[in-house]
C-alpha cells in the first residue's frame, strides 16, 4: 500500500466515523426531528471540529512517514487528482437531485412521500452535511481502487 | 487529421532484472514507489518524460531501447 493509500483509508475511517456522529445526532429512527438551532448549531461546530482534528491529525501523520521515507509520487498525485475530478462530479450531481427537490416542490407545495422536504431546516442541514460527507468518502474510496486497478 | 492512437511498451522488467534489482531498488534508485514501477512494468501506466528519463539513465541504457511507441493497427514501432 502507497502512503497516499494508507491516508485515503484513515481519512475515510475518520469520515465514517465523524458522520455516524452527525447521523446519530440527528436522526431518531428513520426521520429527523424538529430540533433547536442551538442544537445544529453545535452539531454543525463539532463536525467541524472533529474533521479539523482528524484531518490535521492524519496530515501530521503522513509528513511524519514522508521524513520515513515512505513516498508519494507522480502515479499518486495522477490518482488523487482523478479521484478529486470523481468526487466533485459526484458532488455535482447530489447537488443537481437536491434542486430537483426544491424545483419539485416548488410545483407541487405538499411534499409527496418520496421527496425530501426541504423546508424542514434540520433536513435540510443533515441532507447538505451528508452530500459533503459523501464526496469526501466517494474521493477516497477512489483512490483506494485506482490504486489497485491502474 | 486524425492520428492513429497508441500505446507505449517498454522493456523495464527485463533490464531491471538483468541488472539484479528488484522493483523496489529500482524504485528507490528513480524516486518512485515499487506499485508505480510495478504498474509501469505491466503497462497500465506510462510514466512521465523525467521519470522515464530517470529509469533509463539508472539502467545506463539509452531511452529508445527502454521505450517504445507503437501505433495502433499498423504494429509499427
Known amino acids: 500500500m502507497t502512503l497516499a493509500e494508507k491516508r485515503a483509508g484513515l481519512s475515510l475511517a475518520i469520515g465514517i466515523c465523524i458522520f455516524a456522529y452527525l447521523t446519530a445526532n440527528m436522526i431518531d429512527g428513520w426521520a429527523i426531528p424538529d430540533q433547536e438551532a442551538r442544537h445544529i448549531w453545535r452539531t454543525w461546530l463539532f463536525v467541524l471540529g472533529l474533521g479539523t482534528v482528524g484531518e490535521g491529525a492524519v496530515s501530521i501523520w503522513a509528513n511524519y512517514m514522508r521524513q520515513q521515507g515512505a513516498l508519494e509520487d507522480e502515479r499518486d498525485e495522477q490518482i488523487i487528482a482523478r479521484a478529486d475530478r470523481l468526487g466533485l462530479l459526484v458532488g455535482f450531481c447530489a447537488i443537481n437531485v437536491l434542486i430537483w427537490q426544491i424545483l419539485l416542490q416548488s410545483t407541487f407545495p405538499t411534499p409527496v412521500q418520496w421527496t425530501l422536504n426541504i423546508q424542514h431546516l434540520p433536513t435540510l442541514f443533515f441532507v447538505l452535511m451528508s452530500v459533503l460527507f459523501l464526496c469526501h468518502g466517494v474521493k477516497q474510496v477512489m483512490i483506494l481502487v485506482l490504486g489497485r486497478l491502474s | ?77
Open chain 2, 1 to 77: 487529421m486524425a492520428v492513429a492512437k497508441g500505446r507505449v511498451l517498454n522493456q523495464i522488467r527485463q533490464l531491471r532484472t538483468q541488472a539484479g534489482l528488484t522493483q523496489q531498488d529500482f524504485a528507490n534508485l528513480v524516486g518512485a514507489t515499487r506499485q508505480t514501477i510495478l504498474a509501469i512494468e505491466a503497462e497500465k501506466y506510462a510514466p512521465s518524460l523525467e521519470l522515464a528519463f530517470r529509469m533509463a539513465r539508472a539502467l545506463s541504457v539509452p531511452f529508445e531501447t527502454l521505450f517504445q511507441f507503437e501505433e495502433e493497427g499498423t504494429g509499427s514501432k
